[in-house]
């Protein structure tokens, strides 16, 4: 190789690593739109025929989209207003826990009086020590990049056939093929995640309205979402809802709440379900779509967790051509 070339290689080499230091901190806006993308396909698909390839995108981004954004805004306000209730009645709700707990055996009561009191400590201590600029720009970020998941969910939408068209160009037949078959495993991965989120959310309603939560129906919208990041996210809807089972209805429907939800609405369905269900979509085995879920989350947050089982698709497929 001539010394041009190096240098040109040399070159390219820096300004990818410049778009990528770069575009770093959207990471997780870019991922979620490549997500959101997998998901609306199929039915971007079938109203392509009706409304062309850019309306069928438009149509398909908003319907998958939408949903999300409102269950976002009414979940932010309906937590807002739960907030001011507790704040405003914070002495009435004290004496009524410490009235449930006092009815409980020694022992039981000075656990959960223990696990309550090092409950509000984290929580007490968590917000005294949180950096309001650090909040603020975390909050900034987490918008931006809910707007860039929904432009790139759309681009991708739009240019997907664009793309893969290019590529069948430029590379062998071969490995256009392990494209394909990866695409196709990493679709199974996200449109069985997505429904597995819908029957937690289906799930979760009588559960709700059997413990009288008031404001069940976007309880199950936030299960929802929660179910969208595996392992990590429906246990603290639960735990939230919990604390206001107990405020209103006192230690014994606490337990009973907290119990139930944690092992039918999250273990089994988490652990059981979802790494079979999204196995079969994806051709993929659960175990292995189970640690990438995990494993990605712990080493890179949000874009971690779809991340992972992306690259482990393209493992697999890699696995079975060689």
């Known amino acids: 190789m001539d010394k ?3 240098a040109l290689v040399v070159f390219a080499s820096f ?10 901190p959207l990471l997780d806006g870019i991922v979620l ?6 998901v609306a396909n199929p039915v971007k698909q079938r109203m392509v025929g009706r409304f062309g390839e850019r309306g069928a995108s438009l149509a398909a981004t908003g319907l998958v989209i939408a949903p999300i954004a409102l269950i976002l805004v009414f979940g932010v306000i ?9 704040m405003q009645n914070g002495g009435e709700l004290s004496s009524r826990v410490n009235e449930s707990i ?20 984290v929580l007490r201590s968590s917000l005294q020590n949180l950096p309001v600029m650090d909040y603020a720009t975390g909050v900034a970020m987490f918008v931006l990049n809910g707007f860039i998941a929904i432009f790139s969910c759309y681009y991708f939408l739009v240019d997907g056939r664009k793309l893969s068209a290019g590529l069948k160009k430029r590379i062998s037949e071969r490995a256009y093929g392990i494209l394909q078959a990866s695409s196709e495993r990493i679709s199974g991965v996200f449109v069985g995640s997505f429904y597995f989120s819908i029957i937690i959310a289906l799930a979760s309603m009588p559960f709700f309205i059997y413990f009288d939560i008031p404001f069940w129906a976007i309880a199950s919208g936030s299960m929802f979402l929660a179910a969208l990041v595996p392992i990590f996210a429906e246990w603290m809807v639960l ?3 919990s604390f206001y089972v107990l405020f209103v209805g006192g230690t014994a429907p606490f337990i009973a709440f907290l119990l139930i939800g944690l092992v039918f609405i999250y273990l089994i369905p988490e652990f059981l379900l979802r790494p079979v269900l999204v196995g079969r979509y994806s051709d ?6 189970l640690l990438a879920f995990i494993g990605g989350g712990l080493a890179f947050g949000v874009s971690g967790f779809f991340l992972a089982p992306m690259l482990a698709c ?3 497929v890699l696995w079975e051509e060689w």
């Not at 993929?284 to 779509?289: D, E, I, N, R, S």
């Open 4 to 6: 041009k070339r190096v």
């Open 15 to 24: 300004i990818m690593l410049g778009v990528l230091y770069f575009f770093f």
């Open 33 to 38: 739109g490549i997500v959101f993308a997998y």
């Open 78 to 86: 309906e937590a807002a207003s739960q907030a001011l209730v507790l």
């Open 102 to 121: 006092s009815t409980l055996s020694p022992q039981l009561e000075d656990l959960l009086r223990r696990g309550l009191g090092w409950a509000v400590e």
């Open 239 to 241: 735990a939230a809802l």
């Open 284 to 289: 993929t085995h659960p175990l292995l779509l």
């Open 314 to 316: 393209v493992a697999v």
